[in-house]
């Protein structure tokens, strides 16, 4: 499920990862894949800023700010049932 598109605070780089697949295995969304021995970013907008992939990733190569997007008011709001805001 895409929440918004181009709100997400989710960055990855290539050149501090080392393509060890943690971020695939915990993210709930599957946001990353590994495909040809490299891990990317398959659809940057299925990101719900959990912030998973950041805490798990032990070479400091993913960073989001977990809880704080557009995505993450949408879903406080729905399951709270108060007006969802995003700064």
């Known amino acids: ?10 960055r990855h780089d290539e050149e501090k990862c080392t ?3 943690m971020c695939v295995i915990v993210c709930p969304q599957r946001v990353f ?3 040809g021995g490299k891990v990317k970013i398959t659809e940057r907008d299925l990101c719900m800023e959990c912030g998973a992939c950041a805490r798990n990733c032990p070479f400091g190569a993913i960073e ?3 809880g704080v997007g557009c995505a993450a008011a949408i879903l406080k709001g729905l ?6 805001t995003c700064c």
């Open 19 to 21: 393509n060890c697949g």
């Open 79 to 84: 399951l709270t049932g108060s007006e969802p």
């Open 33 to 35: 894949a590994e495909s």
């Open 1 to 10: 499920m895409k929440y918004l598109r181009n709100v997400v605070t989710l």
């Open 64 to 66: 989001v700010k977990k």
